[in-house]
């Protein structure tokens, strides 16, 4: 059982960035380890059936578990550069020794010390309090599409969605798609957040978006059997009479914020963001954060998309082989962030580049 | 009988069911096909119903003739050319957003077929009775299914649907009855 | 709760079908998949009752990081179902309250 493991480029998490960084930093010679606490690669990339937007360069057209395929393909490609351990999560990094420490399974602890690493940590699923909101039946979206995507398990029969952002509509379109009946999609605000053809898609299979809608209790005794919901003033008080639709699946798709643990224990300069979704570092256009070794990608440093993600990777991933002092190529830099610019260039971008504007920096002293 | 219109009147109550994903009259990225070319154009034309500007184009890179426009910027809302538009339906399995329909009004006098994108269960074939629903989910006609292709090879089925003309306007979606 | 039997885009892989015991039932699963999936295909929500209020909770997050799924899997607490592979054999056991940890370490 090992102790103590040494690594050039430490990447944790194997998702969409992870694995992007992974696969740009060994294609410049780059030794690699990639640390993902699932059971397999491809983060939130695996449980994505539907069609990714975008261009031709994020894979627009292709469904997201092929996707994820693509990605560790190019990665078995540089062979040995790069080592993906799964079912490994990573505990914590003590900066008084400059190590990380692991938990591989339930038991297996030891600890790694790398040269430089990427936090392409992700994110987690947000909650919001009504009654009840811990009985079983209530799961995140995207346990959701875990249980129906990845394992082929029927999640419930009948669904609550709570939520009209882009996770809340593709999953009830999902949900659809496994034989699922969704009762209504619920949304406090007076318009959808996700975009427009990801609604019409579901509104034309007869599932109402019931929008100035709030739940106000999940009811059963040991699991659910209910939820109640009210509709909303333009204060988002509740008005009317509550009204109670029988399901027995509430799933929460009320947003995600970033994972970022990592950060604050490695000291890195921080920032409450609500356009981005929380907590998150600052950073240079290299993606490093204030801690010289130290990079993000990802939803770590913003809730944005599976495409902005895949690039932010290439980015941290070229900019850390650099910092290794392995040969990359200039034009590649510049190629990739005229692609994230053009995915944030539009009106659905605005918010994303006012949370970034409030968060990156030039360039650090050191 | 009249042209085509898109959408259901609602009057001032249109942006709060625009709001909820539900398209209530014509806007850029959304429009009908020009009525006098469409009643004789033999294989239809494309209607695409997006009309949202997001980073998203395999609409115009999947097209063959550059009938949807290449977009000068990935954020664009599609604009069609209908002199190049063949109504192939390439379009309509890629569209990430299942948002593109080839309409074809010369079927029959009060017949027309619309090819839309199908990805759920039961499986569609060729000569099934179908129920035809609006933007928001009311059937409101029956309908056949008279061709089945993925040109793909990715799930994606583009069913062609016969229907009555004058809802082309309305039906959006199918459900196959089993 | 059941496994989907047909999907119109994806194909299921299912490892090997295996038999483990949940509150001294014999349940089937597949090797290699979460245990909550495991449960949850034999229809089982509730995994633990918590110390207090005896409040009943089960899956949520799916990716290990709530600890609502916790539950006492062949004699340890707390494991985290909804991530740890499930083996033939297991014995999975509905947690009450806080976990209790074999303190003689072997």
């Known amino acids: 059982m090992k102790m103590t493991v040494k690594t050039d480029l430490l990447i944790v998490g194997g998702g969409a960035a992870g694995l992007s960084a992974a696969a740009e930093a060994a294609s410049a010679g780059a030794k690699v380890t990639v640390l993902e606490s699932d059971l397999h690669a491809g983060g939130q990339l695996v449980k994505q059936t539907h069609k990714f937007f975008g261009s031709k360069d994020e894979y627009a057209g292709t469904r997201g578990f092929e996707i994820a395929n693509i990605l560790l393909d190019e ?97 009830s379109y ?37 929008l100035q809608h709030t739940i ?30 029988d399901c027995d699946t509430i799933c929460m798709a009320v947003g995600l914020t970033p994972t970022t643990e990592l950060f604050w224990q490695a000291g890195c300069k921080m920032q409450f963001v609500p356009q981005l979704c929380g907590y998150v570092p600052f950073r240079d256009n290299t993606m490093r954060t204030s801690n010289p070794d130290f990079w993000v990608a990802g939803d770590a440093s913003g809730i944005e998309e599976a495409s902005s993600a895949m690039v932010e ?42 949370g970034i504007d409030q968060v990156k920096v030039n360039g650090w002293e050191a | 009988m009249g042209g085509i219109t898109m959408g259901c009147c609602c009057g001032n109550d249109d942006e709060k069911l625009f709001n909820s994903g539900i398209l209530t009259g014509p806007r850029p990225g959304a429009v009908l096909p020009p009525q006098d070319k469409w009643e004789t154009k033999k294989g239809g034309y494309v209607v695409i119903e997006c009309p949202q500007r997001i980073p998203c184009n395999p609409c115009a890179t999947s097209c063959p003739t550059g009938a949807v426009m290449p977009f000068a910027d990935i954020n664009d809302t599609p604009a069609i050319d209908y002199d190049k538009c063949t109504g192939c339906g390439m379009c309509v399995a890629k569209c990430p957003g299942l948002a593109c329909f080839v309409i074809d009004l010369t079927y029959a006098p009060d017949k027309a077929v619309i090819k839309l994108a199908y990805e759920l269960e039961p499986e569609p074939e060729k000569g099934q009775k179908v129920k035809c629903l609006n933007r928001t989910g009311e059937e409101v006609a029956d309908g056949e299914i008279i061709a089945v292709a993925e040109p793909f090879k990715d799930h994606t089925k583009v069913v062609s649907v016969v229907i009555p003309k004058n809802l082309a306007g309305d039906i959006r979606a199918i459900k196959v009855v089993c | 709760m059941e496994l989907i039997k047909k999907h119109p885009i994806l194909e299921f892989h299912h490892g090997k079908e295996v038999e483990f015991t949940f509150d001294g039932r014999t349940l089937k699963g597949f090797e290699g998949d979460p245990i909550a999936m495991a449960l949850h295909a034999n229809g089982i929500q509730v995994y633990r009752e918590t110390p207090l209020m005896k409040r009943t909770r089960g899956f949520f997050c799916a990716i290990g990081k709530c600890s609502s799924c916790f539950m006492v899997v062949d004699g340890v607490p707390n494991v985290r179902t909804c991530v740890t592979p499930l083996k033939a054999g297991m014995k999975v056991e509905t947690q009450k309250g806080k976990g209790l940890v074999p303190m003689d370490v072997k």
């Not at chain 1, 994110?123 to 995507?149: C, H, K, S, W």
């Not at chain 1, 029927?154 to 669904?159: E, L, N, R, T, Y």
């Open chain 1, 216 to 245: 106000l209790e999940a009811t059963g005794d040991r699991v659910v059997d209910g939820a109640i919901i009210s509709a909303l003033d333009d204060k988002f008080q509740p008005v009317g009479e509550p009204q109670k639709i």
């Open chain 1, 75 to 171: 990665i078995k490609e540089l062979g040995d550069n790069v080592m993906i351990d799964t079912n490994t999560t990573v505990t914590g990094y003590y900066p008084e020794s400059q190590e990380f420490t692991a938990m591989r399974g339930e038991s297996e602890y030891y600890r790694i010390k790398a040269k430089k690493a990427i936090f392409a940590t992700g994110a987690a699923e947000r909650m919001i309090p009504f009654t009840n909101n811990d009985l079983p039946g209530v799961y995140g979206a995207g346990a959701v599409q875990t249980l129906m995507n990845l394992y082929g398990v029927v999640p419930g029969k009948k669904v609550v969605m709570v939520g009209a952002g882009n996770i809340g509509l593709i999953v």
């Open chain 1, 313 to 354: 990777g290439r980015i941290a991933g070229f900019s850390a082989a650099k910092s290794l002092g392995l040969k990359v190529d200039e034009e590649k830099f510049k190629n990739y962030w005229t692609r994230l610019d053009h995915l944030r260039a539009g009106e659905v971008g605005a918010k994303i580049r006012s």
């Open chain 1, 174 to 210: 999902q949900l659809k798609q496994a034989g699922v009946d969704v009762a209504a999609v619920i949304e406090a605000t007076p318009k959808i957040g996700g975009y427009w053809v990801h609604a019409a898609k579901i509104r034309r299979l007869g599932i109402p978006i019931l």
